[in-house]
């Protein structure tokens, strides 16, 4: 018998409520997105742009809700994943598609292995590779249990809304000048492009672009009479990642506009240290490894999502190949650690990926043969297409222009 992580849709959605299920999709969404990436990210654009920065949180939300809202959808109405319908599309790119995806989300759950050791590390004192394989060992057991989805839900939300609370307290702590960043939220006194598609293809780009999306389509809700609900279910991924984002710049911005400089190896442990102290510092140890496990767990779950249906030999084996990944992961990471530029290049790999899947996606939305009768809101094409142009032209700027200049 084939090796899978729920025993039918079917049964899942029996079990469960339909809402639990939505909610865990946005929140496995939402936590993805908040790795260690996102937290070293935030903390060093938020010293570089100060206030300003908000603005880039702004259009970062719009753009993301743009990309979910669209793919998310599509995946829904035409009960298929992401690389079958971009076969459908054009033969072959959903191949090229699964691998970018797959290797994008290696490459960055290298990172989220990483970052979980450093929050054991603060936590317990123990050298980070051997808090990054307990933690790998962890994520290997949500995927044994017998069902692992509802285990993935939960540890989604419970870590979820951990690191969010935890955050606000710092945010408290550190007395940031919230007038001012209201204000240059939305007048600016610098607009950095690079730092807008670094957040946007850090939150939806790469495998979490799809991780809620094909999480709702295992667990059974799809077709056009569950669209409201995938729709809520989408922006709420995007909300909750961005409250999160919100709290941690207010949090950062009321350290440094004091004159205080993050220290460039861990940016965000050294905000709350200096926010809150030691008790801070050790806040920052559980958010630090609460964002790298639930990541792990999204990168590996949605990653094999993708290739399983490429492949029988994988959906065959789909367990064994999802334990592999984290294994895998585990094992780069203990051999070239985890630098402060490698989250950053990830965060803007994975917004190279993002035009492709949304461009593809939005294709699908007019195919009968992929979507049937449905009818694509014409304000959401407009909106996609929109959205698609910016991380199109986005995105190749930062390969001309920004990623030598980082690699150099």
């Known amino acids: 018998m084939p090796e899978t992580l729920e025993h039918s849709p079917q049964q899942e959605v029996k079990k469960k409520s339909k809402w639990g299920v939505i909610l865990g999709a946005a929140f496995l969404m939402g936590s993805s997105a908040i790795g260690p990436g996102f937290l070293t990210q935030t903390a060093v654009f938020t010293e570089q742009l100060m206030a300003s920065f908000g603005f880039v949180i702004l259009m970062s939300i719009i753009l993301d809700i743009g990309v979910q ?20 599309v054009l033969p072959g790119l959903g191949y090229f598609l699964a691998f970018a995806v797959a290797l994008g989300g290696l490459a960055f759950n290298i990172g989220n292995v990483g970052g979980a050791g450093l929050g054991m590390n603060v936590l317990f004192g123990i050298d980070p590779r051997i808090g990054a394989a307990i933690t790998g060992a962890i994520a290997i057991g949500v995927f044994l249990s017998k069902e692992a989805g509802v285990a993935m839900d939960k540890i989604a939300r419970v870590l979820g809304g951990a690191m969010i609370l935890l955050t606000l307290y710092v945010a408290f702590q550190s007395n940031p000048p919230v007038g001012d960043a209201i204000t240059h939220t939305f007048a600016p ?7 807008i598609i670094t957040l946007v ?8 672009t799809f991780a809620g999306g094909h999480r709702l389509l295992d667990a059974g809700v799809s077709g056009k009479e569950n669209l409201h609900q995938v729709t809520k279910s989408s922006v709420s991924g995007i ?5 999160m984002r919100i709290f941690l710049f207010l949090a950062v911005l009321g350290v440094v506009v004091t004159g205080f400089t993050l220290d460039p190896a861990n940016p965000p442990a050294s905000v709350f240290q ?4 030691t008790i801070g510092y050790k806040m920052f140890g559980i958010v630090l490894w609460a964002a790298g496990i639930t990541s792990v767990i999204g990168a590996a779950y949605t990653s094999v999502s993708f290739l ?5 030999k994988i959906a065959n084996h789909e367990k064994a190949v999802t334990l592999g990944f984290i294994i895998v992961s585990t094992i780069i990471f203990a051999f070239i650690g985890k630098p ?12 190279l990926i ?8 939005l294709i699908a939305a007019y195919k009968k043969s992929i979507v049937g009768d449905y009818k694509h809101p014409l304000w959401l094409t407009i909106f996609g297409g929109i959205v698609f142009m910016l991380t199109a032209y986005l995105a190749v700027v930062t390969l001309i222009n920004k990623i030598p200049q980082l690699l150099s």
């Open 189 to 195: 006194d610098r607009i950095d492009v690079f730092s």
């Open 239 to 243: 909300l909750i990642a961005s409250v």
């Open 274 to 277: 200096e926010a809150a102290g």
């Open 69 to 88: 809202a669209n793919i998310w959808r599509i995946i829904a109405v035409s009960k298929k994943r992401g690389q079958d319908i971009a076969n459908m």
């Open 308 to 312: 399983k249906t490429l492949s029988k």
């Open 354 to 361: 993002l035009p492709i899947a949304l461009g593809t996606l």
């Open 340 to 351: 402060v530029l490698l989250l950053i290049l990830a965060g803007a790999f994975n917004g």
């Open 201 to 208: 293809g850090g939150t939806v780009g790469g495998y979490i």
